[in-house]
């Protein structure tokens, strides 16, 4: 006679969640709250008692998630990258590289860190969160960028390897957006134009200095 496997026992349901779906509802819980409290009090003056405190979980539930305060900054990090990396590919995929649309392009990644100041303190370091792992997911932010510049430029018809140039147009672009957020309010939308046409008015100059499109001439 053959027999049966008994059944696993099946995960219990508490508030129609199963204990997966809870768990990543403390993870987004105590992200949230992350969130907030790097960007309002920093990152070395937010203890893993006052993230549990505020996202409304136990310290036992925080352990659960993440191993330590470290990698719930660098997940928040990845969080709010990737937020923005969505934004910006769409508009990216749509942009030519004439001043019209470099204008707008730099403008919807401005409105992008004015939308939730909170993201854009996270985004550029300033919530005070610093270690290896940040370093390399900030690269790798750049990265994509200049990658995302260069297929741009191809695309539009700029011949040659602008590798090097690309790097550098993202790394000052973000190096002064970092500069930026330190003292500027990025809710003042006449601050914010400003930056954005500095921003293109250097985009701009770059780009007339790269191999010309067919039929077109340097001035």
């Known amino acids: 006679m ?31 709250a992350a969130l907030e409290l790097f960007a309002t009090r920093g990152y070395l ?5 006052l993230l549990c405190q ?22 928040l990090f990845e ?18 590289d004439d001043a019209a649309a470099a ?7 401005v409105g992008a860190l004015a939308e939730d100041p909170r993201r854009a303190l996270v985004t550029f370091g300033l919530a005070g969160a610093d ?14 960028a200049a990658r995302e510049l260069e297929e741009l430029w191809r695309r539009n018809g700029r011949v040659g390897d602008h590798q090097r ?13 970092g500069g930026w957020l330190i003292d500027a309010d990025v809710t003042d939308t006449a601050l914010a134009r400003e930056l954005v046409d500095d921003l293109a008015a250097y985009y701009n ?15």
């Open 131 to 144: 270690f290896p792992g940040f370093e390399k997911v900030r690269q790798r932010n750049r990265g994509w």
């Open 165 to 177: 140039v690309a790097v550098a147009v993202v790394g000052g672009i973000f190096d002064v957006i």
């Open 54 to 75: 505020t996202a409304f979980v136990s310290t036992k539930s925080f352990y659960e998630v993440f191993g330590g305060r470290e990698e719930c900054a660098l997940e």
């Open 205 to 219: 100059a770059v780009v007339r200095g790269l191999a010309p499109r067919e039929g077109e001439s340097i001035n």
């Open 2 to 32: 053959a027999t049966t496997s008994p059944e696993l026992p099946k995960s219990r349901r508490i508030r129609g969640l199963d204990a997966e779906q809870r768990r990543a509802q403390r993870r987004e819980q105590i992200l949230d």
């Open 79 to 96: 969080r709010t990258s990737d937020q923005l990396r969505v934004q910006l590919g769409a508009a990216m995929a749509e942009a030519s």
């Open 45 to 49: 003056n937010t203890s893993i008692e």
């Open 103 to 109: 204008h707008a392009l730099l403008a919807a990644f």
